[in-house]
């Protein structure tokens, strides 16, 4: 079983950034595609953005392509998030998910592994 930990959340003004980490507690974590997904209240879980076992390949959701960067360091079993120019709308919970079947999704029910999430609150 694979433990997913986030961290890095907080309450930041619009404009600001955060960094957002998840670290695994399986050293297969190098094999694993690796996705951040976001569920404000009352919404769907959406995805955010997700990356590739070498980080060489991204994807983004339109709504944070251009402010939000995806990245992982295999050596230390962590990705992060990195989050620009940030705006009340991205006010959610921030969630990592481990794809070990390297399915190459967008799809969070594609997922096998999740945190517990980490909460985001941007004020305008």
């Known amino acids: 079983q694979v433990q997913l930990v986030e961290s890095g959340g907080g309450l930041v003004q619009a404009g600001g950034s955060l960094r957002l980490s998840c670290t695994a507690s399986d050293r297969s974590f190098m094999w694993y595609l690796m996705g951040w997904f976001r569920q404000a209240p009352g919404k769907e879980r959406e995805f955010v953005a997700r990356i590739s076992t070498t980080g060489g390949i991204t994807y983004y959701a339109d709504s944070v392509k251009g402010r939000f960067t995806i990245s992982r360091d295999n050596a230390k079993k962590t990705v992060y998030l990195q989050m620009n120019s940030l705006k009340p709308e991205d006010t959610a919970v921030y969630y990592c998910?481990?794809?070990?079947?390297?399915?190459?999704?967008?799809?969070?029910?594609?997922?096998?592994?999740w945190g517990q999430g980490t909460q985001v609150t941007v004020s305008s």
């Open positions: 998910a481990a794809d070990p079947r390297r399915q190459g999704t967008s799809d969070a029910t594609r997922y096998d592994y």
